[in-house]
């Protein structure tokens, strides 16, 4: 029996092209006006170009979202290359969206974001790892105004800094839970200046939304100025701008807003930009390489980060709403591991057939299917196909998707990269050309934000009620009355349950949210929601992938997956 190849042993025998070759697939003229290669397979695209795709009439826009993820994977990255791949089998202009990898995870315990088998985006070490730099640009940008603000304060503090009222932490793209709580100041010239602090993770920076947010330098510059760092003595909100860190703040984004390209294995254009956590931020790539794609080509591929209840929740009712855009098609990832285990099947155990765990592990993309249709949307259903896979459980699933009146499609993508989900790319087509989808958001700006939290918490997560204590309730009040309170909410809890509670699988209902915290990220124009003991500085496992990172004999690297 031959070995099976590991994911980074596939991308390091990839035949990469020269990226112009790539970009001209979807008619980029190769010029240096036009974009700017970082390496040969690698190239940032230029905003005088981006400002001439204005025009443009847009593509359709195919969301790829899952099931709740559990341990034994979904492959929602790997299906949105393997799709966009399909796509350009069949002989459309196609492109892939998806976000930037963090260190994090990268180095923790989730992994890359590449994508897998024969359905990645390369080079996958470079993407990653580094990439073209622009995590490192976000985490620099933030923490220059964690600098600002300390050193107002050591020079005298004429805007009346509360300190106490500081809601600024600092951000590093590394898994650590040892700097969640921080004490600074303790000696030297500054001891005078004591005071609590803290660290998130950079995909948490409210700097990451607005980078993902905004549709050019412009639109950049005045979301960072309206972020609010802190509070003074009297309680009024304190902004960048009132430290004039918007300024200085954008020229280290500069180069980091222009949008990625690279290439999958089979060489079709991917974007890859940007990169909020879908459990503690947004979680979807920056509205600069949607809208790019979607003038380039006729039919983008994009993804939401972990389930639908988190990623495509906040892919509709804020990257939609903040960017007018409108999807064409929704594919909700399933793999029939992952079913069984929302039918209470151990990990160890999922080698073996269980037709009565699976039928029971149904009931969560039943509710993910509904959550979708909510928005207006059809779903198509994709069966990540894994090699265990018995024929006897994949009719189970064809035959509760067809029940269901569900498009449904068996994907060996991994396997077989785009030819083995042609299928699916041809029922995308159908989806978009149908124009069945009568997209609509979960709720109106107007509606208060106690309203929108409880709406979301009922409606997507099926909970009977959600609770905070008065200081939350308090804070709520603050926002609104600061004008605050259209605002769309991104709820941050776990991805692995519909409920606040990470070991309940399948479909809770009748559960309780607790609001532990409320954070305006008045920059990013949303309110972060944290329930539960989500944290936004993730710590390592027992066993951290870096265990296993290495370079070889050759001096390549190995273990990242």
Not at 349 to 361: F, M, R, S, W, Y
Request: overall charge positive.
């Amino acid at each position: 029996m031959a070995k099976i190849k590991s994911d980074i042993e596939i991308a390091q025998k990839a035949k990469m092209k020269p990226i112009s070759k790539v970009l001209s697939k979807i008619n980029v003229p190769d010029k240096s006006s036009v974009f700017s290669p970082m390496g040969r397979h690698i190239a940032k695209i230029n905003f005088d170009f981006l400002d001439k795709l204005k025009k443009k009439k847009n593509g359709n826009l195919i969301l790829v979202t899952a099931i709740t993820p559990t341990p034994a994977g979904e492959g929602k990255t790997t299906t949105s290359v393997g799709l966009n791949d399909g796509l350009n089998k069949i002989g459309k202009k196609s492109i892939v969206c998806l976000r930037e990898p963090s260190l994090g995870p990268s180095f923790g315990m989730k992994g890359g974001a590449a994508g897998g088998g024969y359905s990645q985006v390369v080079p996958m070490e470079q993407i990653n790892l580094h990439f073209t730099g622009d995590f490192h640009a976000i985490t620099s940008a933030h923490n220059l105004l964690s600098a600002m603000i300390d050193n107002h304060i050591y020079w005298g503090n004429k805007l009346e800094i509360d300190e106490k009222k500081i809601v600024w932490k600092r951000v590093m793209d590394m898994n650590d839970r040892a700097l969640r709580f921080i004490d600074i100041n303790t000696s030297g010239v500054a001891k005078n200046f004591k005071r609590f602090d803290g660290f998130d993770i950079t995909v948490a920076s409210e700097v990451m939304a607005i980078f993902c947010l905004s549709n050019d330098l412009k639109d950049l510059e005045k979301k960072i100025g309206n972020i609010t760092f802190a509070y003074n003595k009297n309680g009024d909100p304190l902004y960048a701008r009132d430290l004039k860190a918007h300024g200085p703040m954008t020229v280290l984004l500069k180069e980091a807003l222009r949008p990625n390209v690279t290439q999958s294995l089979e060489n079709n254009p991917a974007i890859i930009h940007g990169g909020p956590f879908a459990n503690i931020a947004h979680g979807c790539n920056s509205v600069i390489a949607t809208k790019t794609a979607l003038k380039l080509a006729d039919y983008v591929v994009t993804e939401a980060g972990f389930g639908a209840d988190l990623g495509a929740e906040k892919f509709f009712n804020i990257k939609c709403r903040k960017a007018g855009l409108t999807p064409s098609c929704v594919v909700i990832v399933a793999t029939i591991r992952a079913l069984k285990m929302h039918g209470d099947v151990k990990k160890e155990d999922l080698k073996k057939e269980n037709i009565p765990a699976l039928n029971k592990g149904l009931i969560n993309l039943e509710r993910h299917i509904i959550n979708i249709k909510k928005f207006g949307l059809e779903p198509i259903v994709a069966i990540n196909h894994f090699k265990l896979d018995t024929k006897e459980e994949v009719k189970t699933v064809l035959k509760f998707c067809n029940k269901n009146k569900v498009e449904v499609s068996e994907c060996k993508h991994w396997a077989k990269g785009g030819n083995g989900i042609r299928d699916l790319a041809k029922k995308v087509v159908k989806m978009c050309k149908q124009k069945k989808n009568k997209f609509n958001f979960l709720y109106k700006n107007e509606l208060n934000l106690w309203d929108k939290i409880e709406l979301i918490a009922k409606q997507i997560y099926k909970a009977n009620k959600i609770t905070a204590n008065d200081e939350v309730k308090k804070q709520i009040e603050i926002f609104e009355s600061n004008g605050h309170g259209h605002l769309p909410v991104c709820i941050a809890k776990t991805q692995y349950s519909f409920s606040t509670d990470p070991k309940i699988k399948g479909a809770p209902s009748d559960h309780e949210v607790p609001i532990r915290e409320v954070r305006l990220s008045s920059g990013a124009e949303f309110v972060v929601v944290v329930c539960g003991s989500i944290m936004t500085m993730p710590g390592l496992p027992k066993v951290p992938a870096a265990d296993y990172i290495r370079l070889n004999k050759n001096g390549d690297i190995e273990g990242l997956f």
